[in-house]
């Protein structure tokens, strides 16, 4: 079993940057993939970034390349989420989710590939 708890959410300005951490608890969170979810108000989840087991292999969607960056250190049971130029479109709950399977794959996209979810942290961005 493999438990989650995300920080760092608040608010912040447009072009303005916020550091997401996941920490996660359980023997085997080091050998998940763990990736970063986003929802806003009246939209679906969205597939924001994930990072494989190891940290060698990450994938990023398309609207957030370049200005988000996912990193972990195992050794602190912790995931990373640097989010940079923050624009309004950014605001939602983030959540943190891991998947037993360890690796990137094109399932990596789906929510329905993660086993474990956080509780999710607010970010807000004011224009």
């Known amino acids: 079993q493999v438990q989650l708890v995300e920080s760092g959410g608040g608010l912040v300005q447009a072009g303005g940057s916020l550091r997401l951490s996941c920490v996660g608890s359980?023997?085997?969170?080091?050998?998940?993939?763990v990736a970063w979810f986003r929802q806003a108000p009246g939209k679906e989840r969205e597939f924001v970034t994930a990072i494989s087991w190891s940290g060698a292999n990450t994938h990023y969607a398309d609207s957030v390349k370049g200005r988000f960056t996912i990193s972990r250190d195992n050794a602190e049971n912790t995931v990373y989420l640097q989010m940079n130029s923050l624009q309004p479109d950014d605001t939602a709950v983030y959540y943190c989710?891991?998947?037993?399977?360890?690796?990137?794959?094109?399932?990596?996209?789906?929510?329905?590939?993660?086993?474990?979810w956080g509780q999710g942290t607010q970010v807000t961005v004011s224009s």
């Open positions: 359980g023997r085997t969170f080091s050998s998940c993939a």
């Open positions: 989710a891991a998947s037993a399977t360890g690796v990137i794959t094109r399932a990596t996209i789906l929510s329905s590939e993660y086993d474990y």
